[in-house]
């Protein structure tokens, strides 16, 4: 504990006029705890409310395609919320927009334990992801406060690990809470997870974004600053490429226990087993990342290796469940190309991320605004695809995934253009884009830094 008050003190003093220094700077155990436990409250929110579905639909007395609205407007509102929040960020600080956010998420949640019509838990749900947007793009954004080029790569990846624990972890929570009590006990677990997260937040967590790089201009003001990261090509091609990556992985949660338990006959408790083992297989190739690769390999050539993995992972799914190598080549080469392609994630998330923060040091909060909703759109127009062709076939699943694959590899070489990089180092091809070029995975020291090395 004492350590993560002295972080946070060096934290502090480097939000101050000394800013840049904050990028420099390790923010302690307790900070990285809050900022992961920030980042894993989507899975939460989605995946402990899972094994309740059938409950809620039998106890509200609505259709099951109705209780599905509820995912999908908790889904849109942590996307389109985004939008808002990372601008809002930008001009108000961190602390502000995030305390607000988490406090009406607690308010929502709690209603929703006692929403009496389905109609009512749609309505909340909708403003439960809108508020819990806030964590998520200021997390980020948090994370471009306090750190550049490779630390912010590898603290992307120390993310990865607390908030790749949660999809695990959130369906076992939400199963033996039902054991317990009903539905509605879930989302009053879900509620004391958030008035945790926002007391931490208000007693550990201090601003990180120094009044002199802060926004004065509102709604007209962010929308500019958005056009002006949108018009950054090589920005936008990261952005692009993550969302694609995120939209194969979600075609993977949409199809997987369709695909695993009623095509190929395994067990539930198979499923959950090999779900498990493929959420390790991202964590461990993430930290491999964050600890081994990162500063040593540029963050361009780990990006695209494992965009390669991916694209190559999903022609293999292709060719087998296409019948290619024959009707019965049953579920362990296909689980074996699901964990390849799973794993491979673990480098193209955190890298994709921090290649776009890179390119802006003066919006933090609305480049992490466009990257979430970006990631969250594409991935929920891509998930329901996957049940096109019906449920007799894991065709689909394959299909979308290599075309989310390949997309994501055309963004990368068609607008990040990697190659360019070394030539224009130094010089951004847009107002937004105003801090230097990736070169390497790595920043020019700071001013400060010449003089002292000289």
Not at 95 to 124: K, S
Not at 167 to 192: C, E, H, K, N, S
Request: hydrophobic fraction near 55%; include cysteine.
């Amino acid at each position: 504990m004492a350590e993560a008050r002295q972080a946070e003190g060096r934290i502090l003093g480097a939000a101050g006029p000394g800013g840049p220094a904050a990028r420099r700077v390790a923010t302690g155990t307790l900070v990285t705890l809050i900022l992961g436990g920030l980042t894993a409250m989507p899975p939460l929110s989605m995946d402990m409310y899972l094994p309740a579905l059938p409950e809620v639909t039998n106890a509200l007395h609505a259709p099951a395609a109705t209780i599905q609205l509820t995912l999908t407007a908790c889904l849109m509102g942590m996307a389109l919320g985004q939008l808002v929040v990372g601008p809002m960020s930008d001009k108000w600080g961190r602390r502000r927009p995030l305390l607000v956010g988490l406090l009406v998420y607690v308010l929502a949640t709690a209603i929703c334990a006692l929403a009496p019509t389905a109609e009512l838990l749609i309505a909340f749900r909708l403003l439960q992801g809108l508020a819990g947007a806030a964590a998520i793009v200021i997390a980020r954004a948090v994370v471009r406060d306090l750190y550049d080029g490779v630390e912010m790569a590898k603290f992307f990846s120390t993310l990865m690990l607390i908030s790749g624990v949660a999809p695990i972890v959130a369906p076992l929570i939400g199963g033996q809470v039902l054991r317990l009590t009903d539905w509605r006990g879930i989302f009053v677990v879900l509620t004391v997870i958030g008035v945790a997260l926002t007391l931490l937040v208000w007693r550990r967590l201090p601003e990180t974004l120094a009044p002199a790089d802060r926004h004065d201009g509102g709604t007209v003001e962010a929308l500019r600053t958005m056009r002006g990261l949108l018009a950054d090509r090589v920005f936008t091609g990261y952005m692009v490429a993550g969302g694609f990556a995120f939209a194969a992985l979600f075609a993977y949660i949409s199809a997987s226990p369709f695909v695993i338990q009623e095509i190929y006959g395994a067990s539930p408790q198979t499923f959950s087993l090999l779900f498990g083992v493929n959420s390790v297989g991202l964590i461990i190739v993430g930290q491999i990342n964050g600890k081994l690769l990162v500063g040593r390999v540029s963050l361009d050539k780990a990006l695209g290796f494992g965009l390669a993995v991916i694209t190559l992972a999903a022609a293999a799914l292709l060719l087998m469940t296409s019948g290619v190598f024959g009707d019965d080549i049953g579920l362990v080469p296909i689980a074996v190309g699901l964990f390849v392609l799973m794993s491979a994630m673990g480098l193209a998330m955190p890298n994709t991320n921090a290649l776009a923060l890179m390119r802006t040091r003066h919006a933090a909060g609305s480049a992490s605004a466009l990257l979430g909703t970006s990631s969250f759109l594409i991935g929920a127009i891509a998930s329901p695809l996957v049940g096109i062709a019906g449920e007799h076939t894991a065709v689909p699943m394959a299909v979308v995934q290599l075309v989310c694959a390949l997309a994501a590899v055309g963004c990368f070489m068609g607008l990040c253009r990697p190659w360019q990089q070394n030539q224009n180092a130094g010089a951004p091809e847009s107002p937004a884009a105003t801090s230097p070029l990736p070169d390497q995975g790595t920043t020019p020291p700071l001013p400060e830094q010449r003089k002292t090395d000289r």
